[in-house]
């Protein structure tokens, strides 16, 4: 009773901060956004599923279960499998580093960790043409060996990879900043060794950036075009990824079953929306129980 008392002040003050504006402000702003969001996001999602449905289950379901299409499901998700753990594996690496040290070249980091942002997708695809294709830097040496990146999955990876990059480091540098390094520091004096302090004290304090970086980090590895097409070939069957075989589907006049593909990847992202609200809500739960823990804690002391 005593806490929620204490906590009422701090929701008064909030709504009053709400009622600052003009009540016609304040409706015109929501109707505006409303209206963007219909207009560029629910409508065009809409269209997808209308237009994947409109010549009748059957037409779609005959698209999404061709062959071509199934090998284009199974290798988006199978060069998702491998971009993920990469990028956490270096998000994690990353973002420690910068959060948790000083040193020559920071800044040169987090500006290269930045870099997939700016440079086009196709450019990137280009990139890896120049080094690994059969006229780049690299590829007489691994043709005389018999490797093949380009036009092969780990072209597709690598492009992948370099694209999603910056995902997951950017979810955990400013989550990293915002704890500190007196946990880990504690942990250490405490007789904790390195591996104990990052799994028991560094990890739990930044899992929800984790996620959401791997969320983010997944969702874009499945969407991935440009890159992915300068550096598949098109394959059908063999390198072909599901945004590539809307393309080929479409530029085949079968609308159909480009519009099915298209409905797939669509519900693959409302998927990723739905479990990366999940998560906000439950941080915002965890974060709401801890603070009020706090306000108890300190009446006790009181």
């Given at each position: 009773?005593?806490?929620?008392?204490?906590?009422?002040?701090?929701?008064t003050a909030k709504s009053r901060?709400?009622?600052?504006?003009p009540p016609w402000v304040r409706?015109?702003?929501?109707?505006?956004?409303?209206?963007?969001?219909?207009?560029?996001?629910?409508?065009?999602?809409?269209?997808?599923?209308?237009?994947?449905?409109?010549?009748?289950?059957?037409?779609?379901?005959?698209?999404?279960?061709?062959?071509?299409?199934?090998?284009?499901?199974?290798?988006?998700?199978?060069?998702?499998?491998?971009?993920?753990?990469?990028?956490?594996?270096?998000?994690?690496?990353?973002?420690?580093?910068?959060?948790?040290?000083?040193?020559?070249?920071?800044?040169?980091?987090?500006?290269?960790?930045?870099?997939?942002?700016?440079?086009?997708?196709?450019?990137?695809?280009?990139?890896?043409?120049?080094?690994?294709?059969?006229?780049?830097?690299f590829g007489p040496w691994l043709?005389?060996?018999?490797?093949?990146?380009?036009?092969?999955?780990?072209?597709?990876?690598?492009?992948?990879?370099?694209?999603?990059?910056?995902?997951?480091?950017?979810?955990?540098?400013?989550?990293?900043?915002?704890?500190?390094?007196?946990?880990?520091?504690?942990?250490?004096?405490?007789?904790?060794?390195?591996?104990?302090?990052?799994?028991?004290?560094?990890?739990?304090?930044?899992?929800?950036?984790?996620?959401?970086?791997?969320?983010?980090?997944?969702?874009?590895?499945?969407?991935?075009?440009?890159?992915?097409?300068?550096?598949?070939?098109?394959?059908?069957?063999?390198?072909?990824?599901?945004?590539?075989?809307?393309?080929?589907?479409?530029?085949?006049?079968?609308?159909?079953?480009?519009?099915?593909?298209?409905?797939?990847?669509?519900?693959?992202?409302?998927?990723?929306?739905?479990?990366?609200?999940?998560?906000?809500?439950?941080?915002?739960?965890?974060?709401?129980?801890?603070?009020?823990?706090?306000?108890?804690?300190?009446?006790?002391?009181?």
């Amino acid at each position: 009773m005593a806490a929620s008392a204490r906590r009422r002040p701090a929701a008064t003050a909030k709504s009053r901060r709400g009622l600052e504006e003009p009540p016609w402000v304040r409706g015109l702003l929501i109707a505006v956004a409303l209206a963007f969001v219909a207009l560029f996001l629910l409508l065009p999602l809409a269209n997808v599923f209308w237009q994947a449905l409109g010549h009748g289950w059957g037409v779609a379901w005959k698209a999404l279960t061709d062959d071509d299409t199934l090998a284009s499901v199974r290798l988006t998700l199978l060069v998702a499998a491998i971009c993920v753990p990469l990028n956490v594996v270096f998000g994690l690496a990353a973002a420690w580093a910068v959060a948790k040290f000083e040193f020559r070249g920071k800044t040169l980091l987090t500006t290269l960790i930045d870099l997939p942002f700016s440079v086009s997708p196709v450019v990137s695809g280009l990139v890896f043409v120049v080094l690994f294709g059969m006229q780049g830097w690299f590829g007489p040496w691994l043709d005389e060996r018999d490797i093949r990146i380009i036009f092969n999955v780990p072209g597709i990876v690598l492009a992948t990879t370099f694209i999603t990059f910056p995902f997951v480091a950017r979810e955990l540098i400013p989550v990293m900043q915002a704890a500190g390094s007196e946990p880990e520091q504690a942990a250490l004096t405490l007789g904790a060794n390195g591996w104990q302090t990052f799994w028991h004290v560094t990890l739990p304090s930044v899992k929800w950036g984790l996620l959401y970086g791997v969320i983010l980090c997944n969702a874009r590895a499945m969407g991935e075009f440009g890159a992915v097409a300068v550096v598949s070939g098109h394959i059908a069957g063999l390198t072909e990824t599901m945004p590539l075989r809307v393309e080929k589907l479409y530029e085949g006049a079968n609308l159909a079953g480009a519009f099915a593909v298209s409905s797939l990847l669509a519900l693959l992202a409302l998927v990723t929306l739905v479990i990366k609200t999940w998560l906000e809500r439950r941080e915002e739960r965890e974060q709401r129980r801890a603070q009020a823990a706090q306000v108890d804690g300190a009446g006790v002391d009181g």
